[in-house]
């Protein structure tokens, strides 16, 4: 059984920051990829950004140069550091973990960009 639980989310003013953590647990071996997807109301779930376990990143065009991803291969946890929030950032953001032969999602985590 493979858990993913994910922290940080919250409300923030327009250019604010957040940082959001995944720790992933249970029984598995080698992570093939960790990140973050997010779904605003209305919309389909999107791609944020995904680390592999070369390090390798993977941006949306949308965050590029505001968000940063990074891992720690230790603790099995991935973080996304979330600066100069825009009102348009608004949605719950999901942790993905890929195995060799399975993913996983979390449950979300609300990340509110209002003032």
């Known amino acids: 059984q493979v858990q993913l639980v994910e922290s940080g989310g919250g409300l923030v003013q327009p250019g604010g920051s957040l940082r959001l953590s995944c720790a992933a647990s249970?029984?598995?071996?080698?992570?093939?990829?960790m990140g973050w997807y997010r779904q605003a109301p209305g919309k389909q779930r999107e791609l944020v950004a995904t680390?592999?376990?070369?390090?390798?990143?993977n941006y949306a065009d949308s965050v590029k140069g505001r968000f940063a991803i990074a891992g720690d291969n230790a603790q099995n946890t991935v973080y996304l550091q979330m600066n100069s929030l825009r009102p348009e950032d608004t949605a719950i953001y999901y942790c993905?973990?890929?195995?060799?032969?399975?993913?996983?999602w979390g449950r979300g985590t609300q990340v509110t960009v209002s003032s």
């Open positions: 680390i592999d376990s070369s390090g390798g990143t």
């Open positions: 993905y973990l890929r195995l060799r032969v399975t993913s996983y």
């Open positions: 249970g029984s598995f071996f080698s992570i093939q990829t």
